[in-house]
């Protein structure tokens, strides 16, 4: 048994709620528009979740893949994922937040640009390491969002305040870190361990 419908235009339209139900459900246009007007549109599967965008004759549309962006990227729990080289979009010594990496090699997830480069993230991320007392995450995160307050406050960069100090004319730096400067040193991507992690 089944139920065929032939029309030209056909029009649904439900006050409240449109529930379908079906072993397989097909359904193919020239053009799909799903709007959600007030609240959130969702979109489960008890699996995969699979979402293609073909271009003309049938395959992927190289427009329409997502681009590799070179520069450094760290998870948000500070954990080093990876870095991007030789692409078109981005500086090489770029830093970026990611939730991880995508599917792709060189593809990483929820991406967030850092306004700072690389070599100064990794330089400051030393210094403020070993201003620490130990690997607690609330002291790291103190001292480097005061010394980032601070570095603003003074109009220069985190990495020149921690490296050399708060500028005080021409060449001249008055010591903002307690670090020796014959000690203060990179934290390097290489570092996986958890105080690492906390730090950046």
């Not at 500086?91 to 480069?117: M, P, Q, R």
């Not at 730096?173 to 958890?194: F, G, R, W």
Request: some cysteine; charged content about 25%.
């Amino acid at each position: 048994m089944a139920i065929i419908k032939n029309a030209k235009n056909i029009n649904i339209q439900v006050n409240n709620n449109y529930t379908s139900l079906s072993k397989v459900s097909h359904e193919e246009s020239q053009q799909v528009i799903i709007e959600a007007t007030k609240q959130n549109l969702q979109l489960s599967s008890q699996k995969k979740t699979l979402l293609q965008g073909f271009g003309k004759g049938g395959t992927i549309d190289d427009e329409e893949t997502v681009d590799k962006v070179n520069g450094y990227y760290y998870n948000y729990n500070g954990a080093y994922e990876g870095r991007v080289a030789g692409e078109k979009k981005g500086n090489e010594n770029d830093v970026y937040a990611c939730n991880g990496k995508g599917t792709e090699k060189g593809i990483f997830l929820d991406i967030n640009k850092l306004d700072i480069s690389h070599d100064d993230f990794c330089w400051s991320a030393g210094i403020i390491k070993l201003e620490s007392g130990a690997n607690d995450y609330n002291e790291l995160n103190c001292i480097a969002n005061t010394a980032s307050n601070r570095a603003k406050h003074k109009k220069t960069t985190l990495r020149i305040l921690l490296e050399k100090g708060e500028p005080a004319g021409t060449n001249k730096y008055i010591p903002y870190s307690t670090v020796p400067k014959q000690n203060k040193k990179k934290l390097e991507d290489s570092d996986k361990t958890s105080y690492a992690n906390n730090t950046r």
